[in-house]
């Protein structure tokens, strides 16, 4: 656990030195910077989706996902949510950019195989270097988001913490269920959804990205039942 506790550090600590940042950086630069930022991201989602190999159960989990994300209405109530938490504390809401905030940048960093084997051998072989090496990009992410993004990406924080702690400790138990194929399916659904997530970053789309969310569940039950 004490690789996973250095990587939530890291990103608090890389995203307060972005939010000290942020309050000198002027409004049209810092729109300039979030553009630059989406497309960035729209590359790094590529980059991850390109690996797909059964196209088909993309495109099944996907429009599940989505299906399930618009019938519950997923990205209402989640960013209703995020606006009672902020009107809390500012009386000028923007409840939504807190919640894309925090969705980002739970997405960028914790999606991916190195997320999910580094947990993996931490938790088997007490192998911490992958998560390390995690860690540190995490920082230099949690700067350049929380410097376009603001406070919501601290919430990623808490997210990693969480979700990569659960994988190390269980990991004797997950191993065996989390085979290659289910890892590249979550792995490629999830990168297709940080793509969505950087168009909207670019202002090219405005995308209920959150709706794609269940998506990352329904992956690999179908890799489960099909492969």
Known sequence: MFAVIVNSIAIVIGTLIGLAAKKGVPKDIS???????????????????????????????????????????????????????????????????????????????????????????????GDFNMLYTKSLLDF??????????????????VFTLFFQGAIVIFAETLAPILSNAIITELNTVGSLIIMALGLNMAEITKLKVINYLPALVVAPIIVAIAL
């Open 140 to 157: 230099i992410a949690g700067i350049m988001l929380s410097a376009v993004m603001g406070a919501g990406v601290l919430g990623s924080a």
């Open 31 to 125: 729109s300039a910077l979030m553009k630059g930022l989406g497309v960035c991201t729209v590359l790094i989602g590529i980059q991850g989706a390109i690996a797909e190999k059964h196209i088909l159960i993309m495109i099944i989990a996907v429009s599940v996902g989505i299906f399930i994300g618009e019938l519950t209405d997923l990205d209402g109530k989640i960013n209703r949510g995020a606006e009672k938490i902020t009107s809390k504390f500012s009386k000028k809401g923007g409840g939504e950019d807190f919640a894309n905030a925090f969705v980002t940048s739970c997405l960028i960093m914790n999606v991916g195989a190195m997320v999910i084997v580094g947990s993996l051998n931490a938790g088997l072989l």
